[in-house]
């Protein structure tokens, strides 16, 4: 029986702190010892990886978030006869110290359902050009929650709720509905952790700042497209990467298609 080649999907987002988005699936590819710069942070969709880390062997079954620390050697192999199917995120020191590379490798499998769930949410979103806010808050929380593992006793003495930060960040939003923000810039102008504005943001209004930001879009661009105006002119001018970016996200919060809502207005 021949060999099933490999299926392999790469790319840097335009995210701070994600070096690559490396997607693939091996039947029977092995990795040598090896070593990154990077934090490797995996998810495997199908079958199972064993591996070795510092001279220990380790295992990905499907509901484990496996996070390998930069600089330790380590292999790969399939641990089923079908392969395995995997979605790797590789991360600079942004988000994870080197402080905490002695507790990964004591610990590199993390069995959390919560975890598991937001780093898959993050993949589907990465490769969506103009939802890069959205990517930033969830990979700030998904930074969060590893290092909660990691330092349990830093994690648990959490910042209590902040609603004058939270409608800091809401102006901020407001001035910015069209031009955009990034989670890193709103972090640096507010002298507040990515995480924790996300946290407050979302505490305060039930609502996380991706989600606020697309609202207020969409609701300009329903203004214009009741207007008259067709869609791929409304979506630049309401801070949407395209036409598609824009049918996604109306659609979502709608119901309709912008065109379809276009089409349905009365004079």
Same mark, same amino acid.
């Given at each position: 029986?021949?060999?099933?080649?490999? !299926? /392999?999907?790469?790319?840097?987002?335009?995210?701070?702190? /994600?070096?690559? /988005?490396?997607?693939?699936?091996?039947? !029977?590819?092995?990795?040598?010892?090896?070593?990154?710069? +990077?934090?490797?942070?995996?998810?495997?969709?199908?079958?199972?990886?064993?591996?070795?880390?510092? *001279?220990?062997?380790?295992?990905?079954?499907?509901?484990?978030?496996?996070?390998?620390?930069?600089?330790?050697?380590?292999?790969?192999?399939?641990?089923?006869?079908?392969?395995?199917?995997?979605?790797?995120?590789?991360?600079?020191?942004?988000? @994870?110290?080197?402080?905490?590379?002695?507790?990964?490798?004591?610990?590199?499998?993390? =069995?959390?359902?919560?975890?598991?769930?937001?780093? #898959?949410?993050?993949?589907?979103?990465?490769?969506?050009? #103009?939802?890069? %806010?959205? +990517? !930033?808050?969830?990979?700030?929380?998904?930074?969060?929650?590893?290092?909660?593992? $990691?330092?349990?006793?830093?994690?648990? =003495?959490?910042?209590?709720?902040?609603?004058?930060?939270?409608?800091? $960040?809401?102006?901020?939003?407001?001035?910015?509905?069209?031009? #955009?923000?990034? @989670?890193?810039? +709103?972090?640096?102008?507010?002298?507040?952790?990515?995480?924790?504005?996300?946290? +407050?943001?979302?505490?305060?209004?039930?609502?996380?700042?991706?989600?606020? %930001?697309?609202?207020?879009?969409?609701?300009?661009?329903?203004?214009?497209? %009741?207007? #008259? =105006?067709?869609?791929? !002119?409304?979506?630049?001018?309401?801070?949407?990467?395209?036409?598609?970016?824009?049918?996604?996200?109306?659609?979502?919060?709608?119901?309709?298609?912008?065109?379809?809502? *276009?089409?349905?207005?009365?004079?």
């Amino acid at each position: 029986m021949a060999a099933v080649p490999p !299926e /392999v999907s790469a790319w840097r987002p335009r995210i701070p702190g /994600v070096v690559e /988005v490396f997607h693939a699936h091996f039947t !029977e590819y092995a990795y040598p010892m090896h070593v990154h710069e +990077a934090w490797t942070l995996l998810i495997v969709d199908d079958g199972a990886v064993r591996y070795d880390l510092d *001279r220990h062997e380790h295992g990905t079954p499907h509901d484990t978030v496996s996070l390998l620390p930069p600089h330790v050697p380590h292999n790969g192999s399939p641990a089923t006869p079908h392969g395995f199917r995997k979605r790797v995120l590789y991360l600079d020191a942004t988000h @994870l110290g080197e402080d905490l590379i002695g507790p990964a490798v004591d610990g590199p499998d993390l =069995r959390d359902p919560v975890l598991r769930h937001r780093v #898959g949410q993050l993949h589907g979103v990465l490769g969506h050009p #103009g939802d890069e %806010l959205e +990517a !930033e808050s969830r990979l700030s929380l998904i930074g969060e929650r590893l290092r909660a593992h $990691l330092q349990p006793r830093a994690a648990a =003495r959490r910042p209590p709720r902040d609603p004058a930060l939270a409608r800091s $960040l809401r102006e901020l939003l407001d001035e910015r509905v069209t031009r #955009g923000l990034a @989670l890193d810039e +709103a972090a640096r102008l507010l002298h507040s952790h990515p995480a924790h504005l996300v946290r +407050a943001f979302s505490t305060a209004y039930g609502i996380a700042p991706h989600q606020y %930001l697309m609202s207020r879009r969409v609701e300009r661009a329903r203004r214009l497209l %009741l207007e #008259g =105006r067709p869609p791929g !002119e409304v979506a630049p001018v309401t801070g949407f990467y395209d036409q598609a970016h824009l049918t996604r996200h109306f659609k979502r919060l709608v119901g309709v298609t912008p065109g379809r809502y *276009r089409l349905s207005s009365r004079d």
